[in-house]
């Protein structure tokens, strides 16, 4: 079966015709961030695992379904086992999750300036991050769970308040609101 060459960023870039690369870089980056945020620091194991479901052009889900039917090499098997079993090993964020470690991310690389630097980027809108994420997916760059949509990242909060009221409020913490968790 042959396989789908790799993409680009610069491929990215023109699928999606609306934002530049360091829109893409900033949300890739994000993204580790969240995951590390709503998950802890990734392991040794689960790096090797997310390389082998890259090599193997697999999902977490297929690695969870080949699991338990028994139809894993012994050395994944036994990697999965030492890593806590496979509920342990997904490190999917939500859109929500995402959108807010996003706008963590920002302010703690720009501070006041976060909001300014997104909307240079045509990034006006939590939508905007699902658009990219969503770029991602369709180009087989960044895998997605049955239950992803981009409405997900719809309204997820307003760019006026996530990224100006901290200042306004004149402390900016790390935590979305009270109303963003779910």
Same mark, same amino acid.
């Given at each position: 079966?042959?396989?789908?060459? =790799?993409?680009?960023? @610069?491929? &990215?870039?023109? %699928?999606?015709?609306?934002?530049?690369?360091?829109?893409? *870089?900033?949300?890739?980056?994000?993204?580790?961030?969240?995951?590390?945020?709503?998950?802890?620091?990734?392991?040794?194991?689960?790096?090797?695992?997310?390389e082998y479901l890259a090599g193997?052009?697999?999902?977490?889900?297929?690695?969870?379904?080949?699991?338990?039917?028994?139809?894993?090499?012994?050395?994944?098997?036994?990697?999965?086992?030492? =890593?806590?079993?496979? @509920?342990? &090993?997904?490190? %999917?964020?939500?859109?929500?999750?995402?959108?807010?470690? *996003?706008?963590?991310?920002?302010?703690?690389?720009?501070?006041?300036l976060a909001r300014v630097v997104?909307?240079?980027?045509?990034?006006?809108?939590?939508?905007?991050?699902?658009?990219?994420?969503?770029?991602?997916?369709?180009?087989?760059?960044?895998?997605?769970?049955?239950?992803?949509?981009?409405?997900?990242?719809?309204?997820?909060?307003?760019? =006026?308040?996530?990224?100006?009221?901290?200042?306004?409020?004149?402390?900016?913490?790390?935590?979305?609101?009270?109303?963003?968790?779910?």
């Open positions: 079966m042959p396989t789908e060459p =790799a993409h680009t960023l @610069e491929d &990215l870039v023109k %699928h999606l015709g609306r934002y530049p690369d360091q829109a893409f *870089l900033f949300v890739r980056e994000g993204l580790s961030y969240a995951a590390e945020r709503v998950h802890g620091e990734e392991t040794p194991i689960q790096r090797q695992l997310h193997q052009q697999m999902d977490w889900h297929d690695l969870i379904a080949k699991y338990h039917a028994g139809q894993l090499p012994e050395p994944v098997v036994e990697a999965i086992d030492a =890593a806590g079993g496979v @509920e342990k &090993l997904n490190r %999917h964020v939500t859109g929500r999750e995402l959108c807010w470690g *996003l706008r963590d991310y920002a302010l703690g690389r720009w501070g006041m997104l909307e240079s980027w045509n990034i006006r809108c939590s939508r905007d991050f699902g658009r990219i994420v969503f770029g991602f997916i369709d180009l087989n760059m960044m895998q997605k769970q049955p239950e992803d949509t981009i409405e997900d990242f719809d309204e997820v909060y307003s760019f =006026a308040e996530a990224f100006d009221e901290p200042f306004r409020a004149g402390l900016l913490d790390n935590e979305p609101p009270p109303e963003a968790e779910e």
